[in-house]
């Protein structure tokens, strides 16, 4: 069925001064470190282009080449042991019921599969030095990554991008006054270091003024031997076809094939000899490049990614460049320029955008926050597209078989921070993807739900990956959190309450009645009478005594479930669901949750008892029990000012700075608490070498990409925050900041925004929707009602 909701959603004028946007991320070297290179993606399949001269590297990816194949990871002991290890936390015994829930509960393996790589195409020129001018960019309103450069009395450029259209990346070199002349050859995927470091171990994310490789830089050949599993091999006198397997992990046996296509199609001598490609002569080369995997879903992996690499490139080849080149702008397109951001009236400062990187904090500079946003908007699109797998902890990128957690889905903040900006940044296709994957957790998550706590409905714990596993997994300082599924849910109701469409409700209201029934019975009562409660469980990731996570009932355990039930009721509802009893329960088990508490240092606390004082971690990463701030809105400045007021106590001890998402959600909590002041210095920090690397990928460190998601969303808070029945104008603008424009952003409600301010004041508000809907807007002190016309448009000021 059709992704329903957006079909108000139109293309928007370019605000800048100049006529157009600040959409160009550009380098005067070509890249060293990986996190120098430039993405491309169609949700799908995507590459990292280096922009080498004598030895251009192209690293692919393909979203579902993931390790091992099904599997049962649910541990046997689980169920039996739940009783003893609920009245061991009870009795406040947390280490040794720690200790059960590791041989216990922990899934079998403890760990689960790994994201990979799909290997590199490696373009060895003959005799090409370079010397001359040289500029590498990749421009965001086209999706298309460029290289350009001099050789002598040439001129080069190369193009990159991943279509949606033709479901290939297409990369078209030409040569103005000489010949391209080179050898195309595959690399499988290894293990890779990961990090700030280049080739040569050397600095880069400290230092972004300073990266790239020298012109006639060429990679060492790599010491491992080929794969046995992997085929290299021509395909036709054009083209060459590469065959391999996925690896195995944590003991699950590799059950994926993998197949990689590369067509040569151009205006010289063209030979497939073994397992390379020989290019001579030519002005002009355009590479097809297909990748697939046999995945059909997680529980089936008879696909036929051969056929499948040579339909895609065949089909491809049968068009134009023009013609691959115009579908491919045109689809892109469609989505990105439904918003455009300009903050400010001075022109983007003409520096290359890592030295913009390195000097923000000494300089901060409002475009590259505008900037930050449309790359933001740019990566969610090439990493979760209709059809895809959801974003992963690097969206679609990474570099080898080993990254960092596995680069799969963290579901306790990563995985929903990836989506934070989908809805008000008007790209709520994306979240496409999440909605299967959690379609699939339903089914998966059902298992663990019965076989692990005897419970109805469905569970994911803090992790899942492409076999959509649910158990809790690496150990009970991590794993043992029973939530990640249903704050999974919440991202789904925010697509609804964007875009209202009673299609896509009656889809996911099964999700939010399974997720909801889980807890109905599994909550149990607080043995001090406080209520119902999560047991057993963890504030996610942190610990409460040394080496002790293990609790009952945590902060963000109760604001997610009380979030749960508040969404699925509303669906109930909506819906007209018969099922009156149900409701009733709902709504009588949602009662008893514990409310929110102030601590004895007037902070919010994060456990039921008040330990915040004497936890270990005073400047923990995580601040889940924020949850109700920000992505919620159960705790706000118009409703509850003392728990925000306990909130800030909180942050304050938590500092501003922290890894790179982590910096994103206190960006966004200062931005949602109307502080725009710290919001913008925290800002400058994100922005800065430190967080994010040169190519603009958020700095963990290492990469992860939540935090360019998070920071996008709260840089559009700053501007425009939907939440409690009011759609809030300049609620967090910062005084650096006192003119700009924003069009095609969304609020709750269904309806799309244009704002323009000037001297710090709003100086233009249009608003479009369904005719006659009605909306309150909130701009300083005054609530603004506003009923759009016949025609589904209103204008304020």
């Known amino acids: 069925m059709a992704f329903p909701g957006l079909a108000g959603a139109r293309v928007v004028a370019t605000t800048a001064p100049n006529g157009r946007e600040d959409l160009d991320l550009w380098y005067e070297k070509p890249a060293g470190a990986w996190v120098e290179a430039l993405p491309v993606g169609n949700g799908r399949l995507g590459a990292m282009c280096f922009g080498r001269i004598a030895q251009e590297r192209i690293q692919l990816n393909e979203d579902t080449l993931f390790a091992g194949g099904p599997y049962d990871p649910n541990n046997p002991r689980s169920l039996a042991a739940l009783p003893v290890i609920r009245a061991l936390v009870d009795q406040g015994k947390f280490s ?27 373009l060895d020129f003959l005799g090409m030095a370079g010397g001359g001018a040289y500029r590498r960019s990749l421009e965001l309103d086209t999706a298309i990554a460029s290289t350009r450069f001099t050789d002598g009395k040439t001129q080069y450029l190369r193009e990159v991008y991943s279509s949606v259209p033709d479901q290939v990346i297409v ?23 990961y990090g700030d470091t280049d080739y040569a171990g050397r600095k880069t994310a400290s230092a972004a003024a300073s990266l790239g490789v020298p012109w006639d830089f060429r990679e060492p050949l790599r010491s491992e031997q080929r794969p046995s599993t992997l085929q290299v091999r021509a395909d036709g006198a054009d083209a060459l076809l590469i065959e391999g397997r996925n690896i195995e992990a944590e003991s699950i046996p590799a059950a994926l094939r993998y197949a990689v296509r590369v067509k040569a199609l151009g205006d010289g001598s063209i030979t497939a000899r073994g397992d390379r490609i020989e290019l001579r002569g030519a002005s002009t080369v355009t590479l097809l490049v297909a990748a697939a995997t046999s995945y059909v879903n997680y529980a089936d992996v008879g696909g036929d990614p051969v056929k499948a690499v040579r339909e895609q490139t065949e089909a491809a080849a049968g068009k134009s460049y023009a013609r691959l080149r115009s579908a491919h702008i045109a689809a892109h397109q469609a989505l990105f320029r439904r918003l ?8 983007p400062m003409a520096r290359p955008t890592n030295e913009r990187i390195a000097a923000v904090e000494r300089q901060p500079e409002a475009a590259l926050a505008a900037l930050y946003v449309q790359y933001g908007r740019y990566l969610l699109m090439s990493s979760s597209r209709p059809g895809s797998q959801p974003a992963n902890l690097q969206g679609l990128w990474n570099e080898g078989n080993n990254p960092p957690w596995g680069s799969k889905y963290t579901i306790n903040i990563n995985t929903e921070m990836n989506y934070w900006p989908a809805e008000s940044a008007n790209l709520g296709e994306c979240v496409e993807p999440l909605v299967r994957m959690v379609e699939d957790l339903s089914v998966t998550g059902a298992v663990t739900a019965r076989l692990g706590y005897g419970a109805r409905g469905w569970v994911a714990h803090h992790n899942t990956d492409l076999w959509r596993a649910a158990a809790p997994i690496d150990g009970p300082l991590w794993g043992m959190w029973p939530c990640g599924g249903a704050w999974l849910c919440q991202a789904l109701w925010d697509h609804y309450d964007y875009n209202p469409d009673q299609a896509y409700l009656r889809r996911i209201y099964p999700l939010l009645k399974g997720a909801a029934l889980f807890f109905a019975d599994t909550l149990v009562e607080d043995p001090q009478g406080r209520g119902l409660v999560t047991s057993p469980s963890i504030s996610p990731e942190n610990q409460h005594h040394t080496g002790v996570a293990t609790c009952a009932g945590p902060a963000m355990d109760r604001q997610i479930v009380r979030d749960l039930f508040a969404r699925t009721l509303q669906a109930h509802a909506l819906l007209n669901d018969s099922d009156a009893g149900f409701a009733a329960m709902l709504r009588a088990k949602r009662a008893r949750l514990p409310a929110d508490r102030i601590g004895a240092q007037g902070q919010l606390q994060e456990w039921l008892e008040d330990w915040d004082a004497g936890a270990p971690e005073q400047r923990h990463r995580h601040v889940s029990h924020l949850y109700a701030v920000y992505p919620s809105e159960q705790i706000n400045v118009r409703d509850t000012p003392a728990l925000i007021a306990a909130a800030k106590v909180t942050l304050n001890t938590r500092g501003d700075k922290s890894t790179g998402w982590a910096t994103a959600w206190r960006l966004a909590l200062w931005t949602r608490m ?12 994100l922005l800065g070498p430190e967080r994010t690397y040169p190519n603009m990928f958020d700095s963990h460190p290492p990469f992860q990409i939540d935090g360019n998601f998070g920071g996008a969303a709260a840089i559009l808070e700053m501007l ?19 003119e700009g424009a924003l069009h095609g952003v969304r609020a709750r409600g269904g309806v799309e925004l244009d704002l323009d301010w000037a001297a710090g004041r709003m100086t233009r508000l249009r608003l479009r929707g369904k005719p006659h809907a009605a909306f309150q807007v909130r701009y300083r002190d005054r609530l603004i009602h506003v009923v759009l016309d016949r025609h589904g448009a209103g204008v304020v000021m």
């Open 674 to 685: 109307g502080e725009g002041e710290r919001a913008y210095a925290i800002l400058q920090g």
């Open 171 to 193: 990369v078209r070199l030409t040569a103005v006054g000489g010949t391209l002349n080179f050898d195309l050859s595959y690399r499988h995927p290894a293990k890779a270091t």
């Open 96 to 122: 040794e019921a720690a200790d059960m829930i590791a041989s216990s509960m922990i899934a079998k393996p403890a760990g689960q599969m790994p994201y990979g790589a799909a290997g590199d195409l490696m």
């Open 720 to 738: 425009v925050q939907s939440w409690g029945g009011e759609i809030r104008i300049l609620a967090a603008l910062p005084k650096a900041w006192p």
């Open 340 to 347: 455009s951001l300009r903050i400010g009236s001075e022109a």
